[in-house]
């Protein structure tokens, strides 16, 4: 993923996969007509390679060009020393120690806030990390750490592990918490950017990628001399240059580091191996890392995956499948095999959805007498641009646009219906919903035109025994030029999203690893990104809706041949749910969704709208009338009467068309039979990330951490 939103605790208005996706839909249609081989590709061993020489070539040959410089010595530490720690800068869903929802049970993820054993807090804001007491009403302790970190806390050990990267360097800090202070903080450094930390009782497992290998010294004599070429991370790795692992397959001018840390000690790797290429998912078992690494064999895309012993970081497999994993639930291990979730094809040049602009939705056809999804309340338009200081007439109509969360372009015609509700929100208490649903037969779609390339999805099932080998593979499954947009395994079964045109859902037998079968669909408008299941025959999914906002969908899978849409409910305008999963919390029978509503907030100087946009069409005639009378002159500034001009325009401007920031809604989700039972809850606090419980009110943790009570009034701000 991009600089992996996974990665960065700050959420952006829109998901910025979805957000990006411009360029990579304009060439949808040349994509889509590519052939691609059905035959699996061979297993990619690893090995090390015969010397220090031989990594540089490979490095060398795969760049294009030579390096020249320094490295590391035999063992593989830099010989200038590494830099300064001091920066300043599931098979079904588990929890970590803190209440993060992770993938595995029992194994813990990054995430920006933990909750204590004793009820105390540890959150993230910026630069530091605030322990806050149980009752969320003061600040006990800071400790600084790089900007943009996220946590993990082992309460066995009162120990709370930070992690943050530049994109250039990445940092590692341990912390105790003993009584109200950290103490005994060390902090270890290494070049390349953070891809991903996980916990396993009281190990952390770090994983970083060089992308950016720099000319180094070498070391002593016995590795090579010196000047003769590059190693990655620039000589920071504790892995040494001739044991770096390597497959047949092609690689770029990028390695990745493992490397295993405990709670006792100096703070330095206790296990640590190296691979060549870019890593891009961790799934983490008890027993077990996988490593996935995406290369290019010819014109194929094609990831390679490793397995790890997790005691020691002893390669036990490796492997290697035709096509791209969505993100960290397309892995997952289950009795004695692997699953991978894979579109055969770069789903950058390949089916991916197109954005479209807030509020056009995705162009539902209701002449066949079906219903889309309610409409949220259209966004407050963004600030406009600014006249420039120039001589050509700026234009007379400002052009706006609102932050939201933007649904995919496509044309539908709709079957039978299923009529849906927004839960109803409130500034004074929390107000429960029962959006009415019915539960007759399947919504179905008949999509409209799209570019033909032949289903791209499939379900590839690998071994344990030595390496990776691929011992079956599902049907390909989803409509032409559709890529997988959710995925999420569950025991003996996985379901998946894919989306271009439609939105169907994919019930997947893989119970039998010779022979995974696609046992269901069922279509709908907008598509889920996050599928969370909540019992063997219930599935919620949040995605996108056919028009704007972020909805959360109740499918009844109980009948695999048959899934239902039970409930739907529009959440919010924007809620990181969609593409960060941390941001749903398990509390009791409930869950708790941290959301967001973009709304603009009028300067306290503005007179009454009418007038202000009446000022304002005023000012731009005379600013046009000032322009034509200068065309064809030759000026050496604007005359100062048109520079006032345009600053009261300016100023104006904000006015009629004021800036829009987000305020934090907390959902709470109460699955009962077949509603979701969902409560919103407006509030006066910024941007949320997260939200936890906080006895009868809530924390919001954001760019800011906000205690709110009951009816979503700020009681305090913390940090």
């Known amino acids: 993923m991009a600089p992996s939103p996974r990665n960065q605790p700050a959420a952006p208005p829109s998901p910025v996969w979805l957000r990006a996706l411009g360029a990579a839909g304009a060439l949808a249609i040349i994509g889509a007509s590519i052939v691609l081989s059905t035959e699996p590709v061979a297993a990619a061993g690893l090995e090390p390679f015969a010397s220090c020489d031989d990594l540089r070539a490979h490095l060398e040959e795969a760049a294009g060009f030579a390096y020249g410089g320094a490295g590391r010595d035999d063992a593989g530490v830099a010989t200038t020393g590494a830099p300064s720690a001091a920066m300043d800068q599931a098979e079904s869903a588990g929890a970590g120690d803190g209440g993060t929802n992770t993938q595995v049970a029992g194994i813990d993820e990054l995430d920006v806030v933990e909750v204590l054993a004793d009820g105390r807090i540890l959150a993230v804001r910026d630069d530091r ?20 970190s996220q946590i993990t806390f082992d309460d066995e050990r009162s120990v709370l592990w930070a992690v943050g990267t530049d994109w250039q360097s990445t940092t590692l800090m341990r912390s105790a918490v003993e009584g109200d202070a950290f103490t005994g903080t060390a902090s270890w450094s290494v070049a390349g950017r953070l891809v991903d930390l996980r916990r396993a009782g009281g190990a952390v497992h770090l994983v970083v990628v060089d992308e950016d290998i720099v000319p180094m010294e070498l070391g002593p004599a016995g590795s090579a001399s010196a000047g003769d070429g590059a190693v990655p991370f620039a000589g920071t790795s504790p892995v040494a240059c001739d044991q770096v692992l390597h497959s047949p397959l092609p690689g770029g001018p990028a390695t990745t580091l493992v490397a295993t840390f405990t709670a006792a000690g100096e703070l330095g790797p206790v296990a640590a191996t190296e691979i060549v290429g870019a890593g891009d998912n961790v799934l983490v078992t008890d027993t077990a890392l996988y490593v996935s690494t995406p290369s290019y064999d010819g014109d194929q895309p094609v990831t390679g995956i490793h397995r790890f012993d997790l005691d020691g970081l002893t390669l036990t497999g490796s492997g290697s499948v035709t096509g ?24 950058g040049f390949i089916g991916r959805p197109m954005p479209v602009e807030p509020g056009i939705g995705i162009g539902i056809d209701d002449s066949a007498g079906g219903a889309a999804d309610e409409p949220v309340a259209p966004s407050a338009a963004a600030e406009p641009p600014r006249p420039e200081t120039t001589l050509a007439p700026p234009s007379s109509e400002p052009t706006t646009s609102a932050p939201a969360t933007t649904a995919p372009s496509t044309t539908t015609t709709l079957e039978p219906s299923t009529t849906t509700t927004e839960a109803t929100t409130t500034t004074e208490a929390p107000t429960t919903s029962e959006p009415s649903t019915t539960t007759t037969a399947p919504t179905t779609v008949v999509p409209s035109t799209a570019p033909t390339g032949g289903a791209l999805n499939e379900i590839v099932m690998f071994d344990l025994d030595g390496a990776l080998d691929v011992v079956g593979r599902s049907p390909r499954f989803g409509h032409d030029g559709e890529t997988l947009q959710g995925i999420r395994f569950a025991g003996d079964v996985a379901y998946a999203v894919t989306f271009l045109q439609t939105d169907p859902l994919y019930v997947i037998d893989v119970s039998d690893p010779s022979a995974p079968q696609v046992l269901g669909q069922l279509e709908i408008p907008g598509f889920s990104a996050y599928l969370h299941p909540i019992s063997a025959t219930q599935v919620i999914g949040f995605g996108p809706g056919p028009e704007t ?20 409910v529009t959440i919010a305008t924007d809620s990181p749910v969609v593409y960060d999963h941390h941001a749903l919390r398990a509390d009791g029978d409930r869950l708790l969704v941290a959301a967001n509503d973009w709304v603009a907030e009028r300067p306290s100087r503005c007179g009454p709208l009418a007038t202000d946009q009446g000022q304002l069409d005023e000012l731009q005639r005379r600013i046009d009338e000032q322009y034509r009378r200068l065309e064809g002159q030759t000026v050496d500034q604007v005359p100062p009467e048109l520079q006032e001009l345009q600053r009261q325009a300016d100023e104006l401007s904000g006015c009629v068309y004021p800036s829009s920031f987000p305020q934090a809604r907390i959902v709470t989700l109460t699955p009962a039979g077949n509603s979701l039972g969902a409560s919103i809850l407006e509030t006066e606090a910024g941007e949320a990330q997260r939200v936890l419980p906080l006895g009868d009110g809530y924390l919001v943790v954001g760019p800011q951490i906000t205690r709110v009570g009951p009816t979503g009034a700020t009681e305090a701000v913390l940090g």
Do not use: K, M
Not at 324 to 347: I, K, M, W, Y
Not at 552 to 568: E, G, N
């Open 129 to 148: 990390v605030l322990l806050v007491d149980a009752a969320g009403a003061q600040v006990l302790a800071t400790l600084p750490v790089p900007p943009g």
């Open 324 to 347: 791209r994993l969505l993100n960290q639930f397309s892995l997952d291990e289950h009795a004695g095999h692997l699953r991978a979730a894979v579109t055969v094809a770069d789903p």
């Open 549 to 568: 906002g972020v909805l959360a969908r109740l499918f009844d899978v109980s009948d695999p041949a048959a899934p239902r849409l039970l409930d739907t």
